[in-house]
């Protein structure tokens, strides 16, 4: 399985809203658990979210709950990531990839930036 870039990303100012999303090749998508990681500048890549294959069950980092919804669309082998109330702390490069354990095959990221 292999994740595309992600996209959807920009600048957008304190309490504003992001959609990213990202489309997986590979005939494994559907029965993969996926998840959103970022990195802040320099700071350590950390998984931000993660769904299970059938959208059932999703996990946040505390950072994040309550302010971002992971889902995914397994027809079109994509998984989307929706940002609300963001805040300055949440400028990374944002990615996808399977989750807990991603593969070693990292897309090309997409810049978040919220700043006034």
């Known amino acids: 399985l292999r994740a595309a870039a992600g996209v959807g990303g920009g600048l957008v100012q304190p309490g504003g809203s992001l959609r990213l999303s990202c489309a997986a090749s590979g005939s494994i998508y559907s029965i993969i658990t996926m998840g959103w990681y970022r990195q802040a500048p320099g700071k350590q890549r950390e998984l931000v979210a993660l769904?299970?294959?059938?959208?059932?069950?999703?996990n946040y980092t505390a950072s994040v709950k309550g302010r971002f919804t992971i889902s995914r669309d397994n027809a079109k082998n994509t998984v989307y990531l929706q940002m609300n109330s963001l805040k300055p702390e949440d400028t990374a490069v944002y990615y996808c990839n399977t989750a807990p354990t991603p593969s070693d095959y990292w897309g090309k990221g997409t810049l978040v930036t919220v700043s006034s």
């Open positions: 769904i299970t294959n059938g959208g059932h069950t999703t």
